[in-house]
């Protein structure tokens, strides 16, 4: 047996050497790191390219080690599907929070994904606006308290929280399109299977991709980083139920 | 090359792909449809990329990230559509992107109406977007001078890194005049070798393209680099045409694009009443020929001058900046997309100098 040490775990080449500002109990850093686990083991580090959103991931730029851009406010599908237009050769990448894509670029996301363009979204739903401090976001709960709903999300008011991975899976156009969550291990454990998936299957020129990733914001939900992971399963999980919505390697209808 | 006879809205679409564009996004809108039209068609055949987008939200944020991997990208479109296009305007030249847009302009506000105007000169040259930027802006007066002008606005757009737009009104788009393009055209340029574009992390640090400067002294640090270079295009890049201009001139006119086409008609007939009148037209409207203005306004022949446009007023705020007064600015204009008269423009000329039919 030989005596020298092996590694066996270290941080992904795809991420920068690095602190976040992400708050404690956030699950931003977990998602960052399946997503550089995921470049590295394709091997496409060197040839792809992140969108970066408004929002809490604003900064995303300063975490991953591959070229980047900063969209505007929800327009991040836009700017990938011309970056993508133009080079098909490299694989691109959105990063995005749930007021950036199911809000104010509803618009960009539903037609990048009647496209079929071919480069990969990771949705990350926190039911919050995280980074203007605890508004209510389209994804909030209904009686979920915010910032702008002191009384809880009334949907009588505001209607009932958009469920992103079925709304698009509704399209005809052939997409990947799946929800995960990464708040206890065995989540994040299936979640990097499901993230790498997407991402093979924009190398190999398949189709648009999405995956969406239940997230925490202890912060803004007003609790400690371990009642925030339990309420990932009993409140959201319940209305976001896990899964693969739609898979061209297993279709078509 | 032997002249054609073409539609303005094709013209500019051949002259982008002699430019060595070979990627457009856009959405259709009256009066520049033809050029998406066109493309439709006419890209396949030299390999170009045309997504027809799903708003021109979407065609603006479109360009950012076409114009990111360092390949030259350009849309066209009109006023209602320009307007949308102003976020991504504010972003592009934050991030120092070169881009070239064209807008057909017609009537507004709102909805407005789909015929000829100039009412956006404030939108393009004073900017509508949010923050410390400009858009070199130019203004054709001809379909030929569309062709060369588009051709130029890539070369402007990536030696400043930043958005050209070359605005026209609906005749520019609508016309067929003759127009030759270069014997050869340039072939698309290859992002490679780029040292801003995004090429991939290999064997380099990242790059990012952004706006965002979270930390005051780097914001403001890229907005004194931006200044810098609208300083550059107001050294290097002015252009101006001026017509008729002589000592016997009582009036001096200062319009431009197919306006300054009319105005030069007036001239031509006021002459041989006796009647001597020059013309400024300014080609680049952002950086404008301030100093060749207010030289020319200085002359002692010159007892006024008239400033004439396709809108209620909007040049002229520039034409009276730069003149500092010097001399009387009178203004004749129609607005709505009713295009001045010859006579319309004669009559004004004549009571500006007290003359009699």
């Not at chain 1, 007021?99 to 037609?111: F, K, N």
């Not at chain 2, 780097?218 to 550059?232: D, H, V």
């Not at chain 2, 197919?258 to 030069?264: G, L, V």
């Not at chain 2, 520039?318 to 600015?329: A, H, L, Q, S, W």
């Amino acid at each position: 047996m030989s005596t020298e040490a092996t590694t066996i775990f270290k941080r992904p080449e795809a991420l920068q050497e690095v602190i976040t500002h992400y708050c404690p109990g956030c699950t931003h850093g977990v998602i960052h790191r399946l997503v550089a686990e995921s470049l590295d083991e394709l091997g496409v580090r060197e040839r792809t390219v992140g969108v970066a959103p408004v929002g809490c991931s604003v900064l995303a730029y300063n975490y991953f080690n591959v070229d980047f851009m900063e969209a505007a406010h929800g327009r991040a599908p836009a700017l990938a599907t011309g970056f993508k237009r133009c080079r098909p050769d490299m694989i691109v990448f959105t990063y995005q929070g749930d007021g950036d894509l199911a809000s104010i670029g509803m618009g960009e996301i539903v037609h990048a994904a009647n496209r079929g363009e071919k480069f990969t979204t990771i949705f990350v739903n926190n039911a919050i606006y995280g980074m203007t401090g605890g508004q209510m976001a389209p994804t909030t709960m209904p009686g979920q308290k915010t910032t702008t709903t002191p009384a809880g999300r009334d949907v009588e008011q505001f209607g009932y929280p958009i469920r992103m991975a079925e709304l698009l899976s509704s399209l005809r156009t052939p997409a990947f399109i799946a929800r995960v969550a990464v708040h206890t291990p065995m989540h994040a454990i299936n979640a990097k299977k499901v993230i790498k998936k997407a991402f093979r299957l924009q190398k190999e020129h398949k189709c648009f991709s999405l995956v969406e990733v239940l997230s925490t914001c202890p912060t803004n939900w007003g609790m400690n980083p371990f009642d925030a992971t339990k309420w990932v399963t009993s409140d959201m999980q319940p209305y976001y139920p896990l899964g693969i919505y739609k898979d061209p390697e297993r279709e078509e209808t | 090359m032997a002249k054609k006879l073409m539609k303005g809205n094709e013209a500019i679409a051949e002259a982008a792909i002699a430019a060595g564009c070979r990627n457009y996004f856009a959405y259709p809108i009256t009066p520049q449809s033809e050029v998406a039209e066109y493309l439709s068609w006419r890209f396949p055949e030299v390999g170009g990329v045309f997504v027809q987008a799903e708003s021109e939200v979407a065609v603006g944020n479109m360009l950012f990230g076409a114009a990111s991997t360092g390949k030259r990208v350009f849309t066209t479109s009109s006023s209602p559509g320009i307007s949308l296009m102003q976020e991504a305007l504010s972003y592009m030249a934050g991030a120092h992107l070169p881009v070239v847009l064209v807008n057909i302009m017609r009537g507004g506000p709102g909805l407005g109406g789909i015929l000829p105007s100039q009412a956006d000169y404030f939108q393009s040259v004073k900017t509508g977007g949010h923050g410390d930027y400009h858009l070199m802006v130019l203004a054709p007066s001809t379909v030929q001078e569309a062709v060369d002008l588009m051709i130029l606005a890539f070369d402007l757009a990536e030696k400043y890194r930043n958005p050209v737009m070359m605005i026209g009104d609906g005749m520019i788009g609508q016309m067929m005049e003759a127009v030759e393009f270069p014997e050869k055209y340039s072939e698309p340029v290859s992002p490679e070798g780029s040292d801003w574009a995004l090429t991939g992390a290999k064997g380099r640090k990242p790059r990012i393209v952004r706006s965002l400067f979270l930390d005051p002294e780097k914001l403001e640090e890229n907005s004194l680099a931006l200044a810098e270079k609208y300083k550059k295009m107001r050294e290097d890049e002015v252009r101006h045409e001026l017509y008729k201009v002589s000592d016997k001139n009582r009036v001096l006119m200062v319009a431009y694009g197919t306006m300054a086409r009319i105005c030069q008609t007036a001239i031509d007939e006021l002459e041989t009443e006796g009647i001597s009148v020059g013309l400024l037209r300014p080609i680049t409207l952002f950086p404008y020929p301030g100093k060749e203005l207010y030289a020319e306004a200085a002359k002692p022949n010159i007892e006024a001058l008239l400033d004439v446009e396709m809108s209620v007023g909007q040049m002229i705020e520039d034409v009276e900046r730069f003149t500092k007064g010097i001399k009387p600015v009178e203004f004749y204009g129609r607005t709505g997309g009713i295009v001045p008269t010859p006579n319309e423009i004669k009559d004004k000329i004549r009571e500006m100098l007290n003359i009699k039919k």
